[in-house]
């Protein structure tokens, strides 16, 4: 499975760190392509923008939106590739996210709707994707994953096991 990774750049300090939770990809199959640019300036709300510009530089593989705040859980690698190795069929996985003050945001059908639910709880085929791009403002990736939620209903798998994290590297 490939799994193309895509961050826009805000904090560069915090890429050592994100760089070294990718480490465990391998031991599941996983061949990853890191994809970053910079947007020190905070140009492209959210770095919307930018990560659209870096979909259209992808032509294969699983797609997946990592901010520079995240950090990949050590569950995600087994949750990602046993939920594709299960129902290879599937276009979608959302997968449940943990923040650093205990509470998370649980994979759930209902959660699929702006303001509910984060770009770093979503993988997505890229032929799945289409044209559909994420709207360039604030809450424009929920926006995206709403969208995507109803074009490709039936083809998603909900991962409940925390997987991600959310604003890991923020100052607490």
């Not at 640019?37 to 990560?51: F, L, N, Y």
């Not at 992808?58 to 087994?78: A, E, Q, R, T």
């Not at 209903?153 to 604003?167: D, E, K, L």
Request: include cysteine; hydrophobic fraction near 45%.
């Amino acid at each position: 499975m490939k799994l193309h990774l895509l961050t826009a750049v805000t904090r560069p300090e915090n890429l050592p760190q994100i760089e070294a939770s990718l480490a465990p990809a391998a031991d599941f199959g996983i061949e990853v392509v890191w994809h970053t640019q910079a947007d020190p300036e905070h140009q492209s709300v959210g770095g919307q923008s930018i990560k659209n510009a870096m979909i259209e530089q992808i032509d294969d593989g699983w797609v997946y939106i990592l901010d520079d705040d995240n950090l990949m859980h050590p569950h995600f690698w087994h949750t990602v590739a046993a939920a594709v190795a299960a129902r290879p069929e599937a276009a979608m996985l959302v997968i449940t996210q943990a923040h650093r003050n205990g509470w998370a945001r649980i994979a759930h059908p209902a959660m699929l709707r702006p303001t509910l639910v984060d770009a770093g709880q979503v993988v997505v085929r890229r032929d799945a994707l289409g044209d559909l791009r994420i709207p360039e403002h604030y809450c424009g990736d929920g926006e995206w994953i709403a969208a995507l939620g109803e074009t490709l209903a039936g083809r998603i798998v909900f991962c409940t096991t925390p997987a991600t994290y959310y604003n890991w590297l923020r100052a607490p």
